[in-house]
């Protein structure tokens, strides 16, 4: 006798009839408004979005296009002053041109908050400034833009320079060619949360 076969659900469709995912978890994105590396970002959420990861963009301009640097153009999906870190399961940090949200307190609180609860912090290339700004680099191996390389070790971190670092709850990449390495050091932090 052939054993009864468990019938799937149909998936839910939204309005337009596309499947409906659901995330068993959601990491924030945070990307200054131009400028920002999005190949890095695309490759990083289109990863974390193959294992049921979500993401959330966040930026300082809510209610504007953000244009990254290749022209491609986001949309804020929240404001930086509505982020409430439990809904999260990590936060990443863009690359960007001067990187301006190094020094945008809002983005340091909000990294701060992630470190303090053992989530997800990464970046990519000189999204490292913010990290190492937010103090949460020290005692850990990094890896960024290389002009940040003495101030990562100012902040107590150890430098390497290569292309991904996984350091416990922090992931780093040297700049947005890390693609798929990268975007594993993402999987591995944030599923290894998901486990325990």
Known sequence: MAAKQKEK?????DSDGIVIIEYQQTVLVIVPPDNFGEMGVCQARSILQSVRVGTVVASSRYDEVLKGRLQDFYLADESLDQIDCTKYAGVLISSGDGNELASDERV????????AAKKLVASIGNGLEVLVRAGVVKG??????????????????????????????????????????????????????MAD
């Open 140 to 193: 850990k191996r990094v890896s960024g833009d290389v002009s940040l390389e003495s101030a990562a070790k100012k902040a107590g971190a150890k430098f390497t320079g290569r292309q991904v670092e996984i350091s416990g709850n922090v992931v780093t990449a040297l700049n947005e060619s890390a693609g798929i390495r990268f975007g594993r050091g993402l999987i591995d932090v944030v599923t290894a949360a």
């Open 9 to 13: 659900p149909e998936p839910q469709l």
């Open 108 to 115: 340091l609180k909000i990294v701060r908050e992630m470190a």
